[in-house]
């Protein structure tokens, strides 16, 4: 194969030292990230204890400190299969794929070909000379978009802040996955605490119903009395059909987020167990420490650089586009011949392709992509104001929650033991029947409603953590082939 000519060295040396000459350049604004005005403090912060610690922030994963190695199995569970986050994952892949691709554009495409033919001629065009021929001819190309104004790396600069959206968009995928299985994991203990609870008031109702029946049997009772005493254990009883469609429902739930068919983990979650512990202290990091962290602020300030980086790659469109293009091959009629020096070709071409007569469509993409990038500053400001908004109500939620805990436990401590006291002064005779009822009615309601609370402080705990963005995983799920690959 030929080398190319002095001058067409000069050609390339020229075109290089022009490139780099003006690398520097670049159409359009250079990316700034917005400030994010936050207060010092969350107000909501006034309600926890001065000595209260911040939520994990070190990168641990906060659930395994409520000690359930149940809760913990899930949790790696749902981070391997969880349909969802798998499909994040396929989106970074084709947004990694896309932007390992959108690199070569800055560089020269270089292709090579080769092609072998056998023709024949017409007589009139041969012209009294032969009818047949065959040609062979071989070559490597070049084709290289000289980037004076900075298109190419404005589009390669979009891409790679689009595949860091995608990535932050990932990780709030898992934070969203793992607190929902760790809230409804918390619903599900809760749902059969209050189970627990019917079916034990029910059998007190129970014991009491025989006692009334008995009365009556011996001549002591009334029939009245009996009626008030099945129809409360009846109402009681009604409570137990929806509390175990709540259980089954909670596992249904959770046996999708780890990937499995909805009755999958029947068996393993029909042991009821207590809820899991609370951190005995949670509070916040600041509000800047906090907005630093989460995923989707990272999401929207990259993807108002991605839109940042389309205005130029719009207004590059406002400056000519330079194309250098070559070509070093060979050619000739005999294939014994292709190695001759007399076979080599050679090309060297630069092409000038300049929108200025369409410059009113190129000012019109321009001011498109300059909306679009408007509409990303309000969308980042936008999480900002409403990540700000969720950390304050998670922090409000759960401090009340532990105070609303403080009360109804001690509300229920006080029920179970008016309706020991009422039962005792029953069998005395020192009291009526609508007392023993009443107070097993207030019992239940009161043991309820106690379970039903601390259900509630977990899931309010973990939002904590996840408004705060703190002690989130940094794992991927497993990469399943498509079938045949």
């Known amino acids: 194969m030929p080398h190319p000519s002095p001058a067409t060295a000069v050609v390339l040396l020229k075109t290089a030292a022009l490139t780099l000459a003006l690398s520097a350049c670049a159409a359009g604004p250079d990316f700034v990230r917005p400030d994010a005005p936050a207060p010092d403090r969350f107000a909501a912060s006034a309600l926890y204890a001065a000595e209260a610690a911040p939520a994990a ?56 070909d080769a092609t072998a033919s056998d023709g024949r001629q017409s007589v009139d065009r041969a012209a009294g000379g032969p009818r047949d021929y065959e040609t062979y001819e071989g070559g490597a190309r070049l084709a290289w978009e000289l980037d004076l104004f900075g298109r190419v790396r404005r589009g390669v600069e979009a891409q790679r802040a689009e595949t860091e959206a995608t990535r ?9 996955v793992v607190a929902d299985v760790i809230g409804t994991y918390a619903e599900l203990r809760g749902q059969q605490e209050r189970l627990r609870v019917a079916e034990a008031n029910a059998g007190l109702q129970r014991e009491t119903l025989r006692l009334v029946e008995a009365r009556l049997s011996a001549g002591s009772g009334t029939e009245f009395d009996t009626a008030r005493a099945r129809a409360q254990l009846e109402a009681t009883l009604a409570r137990v059909p929806a509390l175990q469609a709540s259980v089954a429902t909670a596992t249904h739930r959770i046996a999708v987020l780890t990937g499995r068919t909805p009755d999958a983990l029947v068996a393993t979650l029909s042991t009821p167990q207590a809820l899991p512990p609370l951190p005995a202290t949670l509070a916040a990091d600041t509000p800047a420490e906090v907005l630093r962290r989460r995923p989707d602020i990272a999401a929207a300030e990259q993807r108002l650089h991605a839109a940042t980086a389309r205005i130029g790659v719009a207004s590059a469109e406002l400056f000519p586009r330079l194309t250098l293009s070559g070509l070093l091959g060979v050619q000739s009629f005999d294939a014994d011949a292709l190695g001759d020096s007399g076979s080599g070709t050679r090309l060297v071409a630069l092409g000038i392709d300049w929108s200025f007569l369409d410059v009113g469509r190129v000012r019109a993409r321009i001011a ?58 029953y069998d005395a005779g020192a009291a009526g029947l609508l007392d023993v009822l009443d107070a097993e009615r207030t019992r239940l309601q009161a043991e309820d409603a106690l379970a039903e609370a601390r259900t509630r402080s977990v899931v309010s705990a973990v939002a904590v953590y996840r408004a705060t963005a703190g002690g989130w995983p940094e794992r ?6 498509v079938a045949g690959r």
């Open 476 to 481: 991927s799920p497993d990469r399943i082939p």
């Open 368 to 425: 498109a992509a300059d909306a679009d990038a408007r509409g990303a500053l309000a969308g980042y400001e936008q999480t900002v104001l409403r990540a700000l908004e969720d950390a304050e109500n998670a922090l409000v939620r759960h401090a009340r929650s532990r105070q609303e805990d403080i009360h109804l436990a001690a509300a229920a401590g006080d029920s179970a033991e008016a309706a020991r006291l009422a039962r005792l002064r």
């Open 168 to 176: 932050a968009d990932l990780a709030a995928m898992q934070v969203a």
């Open 57 to 112: 922030t070190d990168g641990a994963a906060f659930w395994r400190g409520f000690g359930d190695p149940q809760l913990d199995a899930l949790v790696d569970d749902a981070l391997r299969a969880n349909h969802d986050l798998r499909i994040a994952l396929a989106r970074l892949d084709r947004a990694d794929a896309l932007s390992r691709g959108a690199k070569f554009d800055r560089l020269p495409t270089i292709t090579a």
